[in-house]
């Protein structure tokens, strides 16, 4: 089952504004990380933050987790095209990707 | 390195034939996982291995999947026989390098559609 869910499911912006996605889960982790996914490809992991890590920045990704609510977020800033993707959230609950579970996905679509 | 690699891309067969995907994960990973992509259930689990071992099977859906990792670079899914419902994306990961401890890297994935 997904333990993840994501919202929103599907989320359209304009080029230049910015995206912000969440992810709720329901059993402790020792990670959270972001993927994402192109059309007709496979998934590529984003960035990862550690269950003691509140905020961490990647380029124009900004990621925030709050275990006591156990939710994530994920803020892409300057939203360009190319970022039109579906992203998953994925929890880690050893700290060995041995056993992620992904969430239900956000779709982003970006528009000139 | 090329990645995570998967034959065929795309496969279309009819109820009832068996269907081989194939795997070849990064070199140096000692986990491999195949997962299930549709747009009704998201992306789930089937099964892991490490080191060559199946560790979780529970995410197989019943009797006719089966996978086999027979050396540190191979891995087979296969479905015998196959059902319409079984139609969706197939996708082999692995992770488990020196570098990459905490995630896990995915093939291009293989489309099947059962007729």
């Known amino acids: 089952s997904q333990q993840g869910e994501e919202d929103p499911q599907a989320l359209s912006i304009q080029e230049g504004e910015n995206a912000t996605m969440n992810c709720s889960y329901k059993?402790?982790?020792?990670?959270l990380q972001w993927y994402r996914q192109n059309s007709g490809r496979g998934l590529v992991h984003l960035i990862l933050?550690?269950?003691?890590?509140r905020e961490k920045h990647s380029g124009r990704l900004r990621v925030t987790l709050d275990t006591s609510k156990k939710s994530s977020s994920l803020l892409i800033t300057a939203s360009r095209a190319a970022d039109t993707a579906s992203y998953f959230c994925a929890t880690d609950p050893s700290g060995t990707a041995s056993k992620l579970t992904f969430g239900t996905g956000t779709r982003l679509q970006v528009t000139l | 390195d090329a990645g995570v690699i998967q034959s065929p891309r795309h496969e279309v067969t009819e109820m009832g034939q068996e269907v081989t995907l194939r795997c070849k994960p990064i070199s140096g990973h000692n986990s491999l996982f195949w997962y299930r992509q549709t747009m009704m259930r998201g992306l789930e689990l089937l099964i892991y291995?490490?080191?060559?071992?199946?560790?979780?099977d529970s995410g197989m859906p019943e009797d006719r999947f089966s996978a086999k990792m027979p050396n540190a670079s191979f891995s087979t899914l296969k479905i015998q026989p196959s059902e319409p419902r079984d139609s969706a994306v197939y996708f082999c990961?692995?992770?488990?390098?020196?570098?990459?401890?905490?995630?896990?890297?995915f093939g291009p994935g293989t489309r099947l559609t059962v007729l």
């Open positions: 933050i550690r269950s003691n890590e």
């Open positions: 059993t402790s982790i020792n990670n």
């Open positions: 990961a692995s992770s488990g390098g020196r570098d990459s401890y905490n995630e896990q890297f």
């Open positions: 291995f490490n080191n060559n071992v199946p560790i979780d």
